[in-house]
């Protein structure tokens, strides 16, 4: 099963790349999933997945969603 608090951690380490910072807040993984802070902090306690925003911050920094999900490398992607 997939881990609410990894995948976010993961979020995390996205956007402490991006904005240079080393604290960062719930607020700021809704804000960079174009998520209502209120719906994320519901969805925190849920542990639900938003997956739709998830694919569209993937597409945005470009990387992969497998790898935010499910932490697999892109080499471990290709068929043999």
Known sequence: MIDFFEVMQRVKE??????QKTKIRDRDIAEALNLDP???AVIKRRNKIPYEALAYFCIYHKISMNWV?????PRTLTVH
């Open 14 to 19: 996205v956007i402490s790349r991006q904005q």
């Open 38 to 40: 209120q719906y994320f």
């Open 69 to 73: 999900l499910l932490e697999q490398k």
